[in-house]
């Protein structure tokens, strides 16, 4: 990050001057899928990775790139790469670093779509996944072996809300010589710089907080830099000769930007999961009120939480900014301007209860989104995980009587009095 | 690729391309805590323009194993032994900050028989203060985020960069960590040490570019342009931007030494 510039200055305005021809102070939508050579020497030069530039929209944008180095900035690192989707973004980084025959360790308590991808897609391509618990280091350690060649985790678990302790991980990660690969969606870089504690990759849903608007999907990798590739046998693709490009090594071309160059060569190239400048253009405007934003929502979410600890239809709160959350301590530690915006809570009354909360509220949106800047809710027993029985869901770290908050902006009297309206109506049902 | 050189593992850049003795030979050399990266759209921009190119990691830089070298001298004197053990005979030689005061030495050493000398963001002298040379010492981590924050113009600080997702502080700050820790300490000195620039300078009997910065902090303006008026016939452009010349305007250099290039014999 900028040494001459703050985090609240650098939303603003990182990755864009000016355009000179126009003096357009936003960053102007390049809605183009292609661009005009000067000559056939410069579409040759673009084509070789010669110098930097843009030669076709599935490969890089001028509107995406401003988003992409708006995001590197922030996050303190080398380059960035913004795609299509959190999702996109994930396997992108998979499919870049691993082969048929290596492994992955990762969090057993992840997002949904991330343990499916690892469990039983990657599978199917050669690529297998141990799963531990994030707050075991020992564990961790231990199930890194030879082929191991990423450590996958959420630095805030999605939804049970476990924090990752980065420091200790990154260590662990370092010392066996594997990328340590954070999902860092639920954070931002304005809560927590994952760089600084060690980790080599993060990988962004920027529909969430980043974006804050719900109205634009979109994903971003960010690449720290602070990894060391040349391990030619464990790291082939990264640092040994690439099949395009006269047998390019990424590593010994780009050095600490050899991940998103390999990833962009071949990626974007040939999955193709770009990100329309349009999107772009709407989630750098969320980017811009981001430090505004999070503070409001670290405000508000403390707020609720008091709120919901002291009241008597609530058997249980769940926040690692709660005293009461098993990684509390962790959490001061890595996470001091606040532990994200999304709470979980249990209902008196079992996923019945759930269910007439969330049929009861007018304010708060029942949706499968979180980080809007609007407040959000959803009762995984009575939607996502409506098929699976208690006992299953009780394995997944979740309840019958689970509510997922994503605490939006609105005055905080107004959240709670809709939570009155749902209580009222889980009371009702109760009697 | 990596040679063997002088009992270590020496890594040269080549752009992508074969070393071919037979063309023409662009040595790119690299500036104090820099290596081979600080070229990345230079190296492969003349490779596949026909040139052979070779970008050395110094001694304990980059990819290179080896004790850094302690004086501008003994760089020179290493990079010579180098063009020999690789029998490289027509070369040009691109220095940028602390590499031209390597090529100015190289170039006494060899007698003015290099094909051209092409400066970039550089001068005669390059004195460092004490803090730096202290920090560089103490705390090389830190000595280098400071250089990276100092070298770049306005474009570093909002992260502006040609090369799509890239951040110059970040790509920066981690070439500089994959030094041997006292390589910076070692370059730092040796600039400040060297005091043979002025004769160095008049010497140069062979076709010249210098290419400065306006925005140089590291080695400014006013020093780049005292250091172009001591050498006969020396080309000059002046780029808007700060000291990482290289990375910040790296179209608008290339095309310069192309077309300072496409008039040599």
Not at chain 2, 171 to 197: F, Q, R, V, W
Not at chain 2, 200 to 210: D, Q, S
Request: aromatic residues 8%; proline residues 5%; neutral net charge.
């Amino acid at each position: 990050m900028s040494e001459n510039y703050k985090f609240d200055t650098l939303s603003l305005h990182a990755g864009h001057i000016p355009d000179k021809e126009t003096g357009s102070r936003a960053v102007p939508i390049y809605q183009t899928t292609s661009y005009v050579f000067n000559s056939t020497e410069e579409a040759a030069s673009l084509y070789n990775m010669e110098v930097g530039g843009h030669l076709y929209t599935r490969i890089s944008n001028p509107t995406v790139a401003a988003l992409e180095q708006r995001l590197a900035s922030l996050e303190g690192g080398a380059s960035a790469l913004a795609c299509s989707s959190g999702m996109a973004a994930m396997h992108l980084v998979v499919s870049a670093i691993c082969s048929s025959g290596d492994h992955i360790v990762a969090s057993s308590k992840m997002y949904g779509a991330n343990i499916n991808l690892l469990q039983h897609t990657m599978p199917r391509f050669g690529v297998n996944t141990d799963f531990v618990n994030p707050n075991d280091p020992e564990a961790i350690k231990s199930a890194i072996k030879p082929n191991t060649k990423l450590v996958f985790g959420e630095v805030i678990g999605n939804p049970g809300l476990d924090i990752m302790d980065v420091p200790k991980i990154a260590k662990i990660c370092n010392s066996k010589n594997v990328p340590l690969v954070l999902d860092a969606t639920f954070n931002t870089p304005y809560l927590m710089q994952p760089f600084k504690h060690g980790a080599n990759i993060i990988v962004h849903s920027l529909t969430k907080w980043l974006g804050g608007h719900g109205i634009a999907i979109g994903g971003a990798i960010v690449n720290g830099g602070n990894f060391d590739w040349g391990d030619k046998d464990k790291f082939p693709t990264i640092s040994g000769p690439h099949f395009a490009l006269g047998g390019i090594s990424f590593w010994e071309e780009f050095g600490p930007s050899a991940l998103i160059a390999k990833i962009r060569a071949e990626g974007m190239y040939n999955f193709g999961p770009s990100l329309s400048p349009t999107n772009a253009f709407h989630l750098m405007q969320g980017i811009e009120t981001l430090p505004l934003r999070m503070k409001k929502h670290i405000e508000n979410t403390h707020s609720i939480l008091d709120f919901l600890v002291n009241h008597e239809m609530v058997e249980w709160v769940k926040h690692p900014d709660l005293e009461t959350h098993p990684d509390h301590e962790v959490a001061k530690r890595i996470l001091p301007k606040g532990s994200g915006s999304i709470v979980a809570f249990g209902i008196k009354g079992g996923r019945e209860a759930g269910k007439a909360f969330i049929e009861s509220v007018q304010l708060a949106s029942h949706l499968a989104n979180v980080g809007d800047a609007k407040t959000l809710l959803i009762h995984p027993g009575s939607t996502t995980h409506s098929h699976l029985s208690s006992e299953a869901m009780k394995e997944g770290g979740l309840t019958d009587d689970m509510i997922r908050l994503s605490v939006g902006l609105e005055d905080i009297n107004d959240i709670t009095k809709d939570f009155e309206r749902g209580f009222k109506a889980v009371k009702k049902l109760n009697k | 690729m990596i040679i063997n050189f002088k009992g270590a593992n020496t890594y040269l850049g080549t752009g992508g391309k074969s070393l071919d003795i037979n063309k023409r030979t662009l040595c790119f050399l690299h500036g104090s805590g820099q290596n081979h990266l600080s070229f990345i759209q230079q190296a492969r921009f003349f490779a596949y323009k026909g040139y052979s190119v070779i970008v050395p990691d110094m001694p304990a830089h980059g990819f290179s194993d080896g004790n850094p070298c302690k004086s501008i001298k003994e760089n020179a004197e290493w990079i010579n032994d180098l063009l020999v053990k690789l029998n490289l005979k027509d070369v040009v030689v691109i220095g940028h900050s602390q590499g031209c005061l390597v090529a100015l030495e190289l170039n006494r050493i060899l007698k003015n028989s290099l094909e051209a000398l092409i400066f970039v963001a550089g001068s005669n002298e390059i004195p460092v203060n004490q803090f730096l040379l202290d920090l560089s010492k103490e705390n090389p981590q830190k000595a280098s985020q400071m250089m990276v924050t100092w070298g770049h113009g306005v474009d570093g600080d909002m992260s502006i960069n040609k090369w799509p997702g890239h951040s110059h502080y970040g790509e920066g700050n981690n070439i500089m960590c994959m030094n041997k820790p006292t390589a910076l300490m070692y370059d730092l000195h040796s600039c400040n040490d060297y005091s043979d620039g002025i004769d160095a300078a008049k010497n140069i009997k062979v076709p010249a570019l210098a290419v400065l910065a306006k925005n140089d902090q590291m080695t400014p303006l006013k020093s780049g342009l005292k250091f172009v008026e001591l050498i006969k016939n020396c080309e000059i452009h002046i780029l808007n931007c700060g000291h990482f010349l290289p990375s910040e305007r790296p179209i608008e250099l290339n095309s310069i030494i192309n077309s300072f290039l496409s008039k040599l014999k």
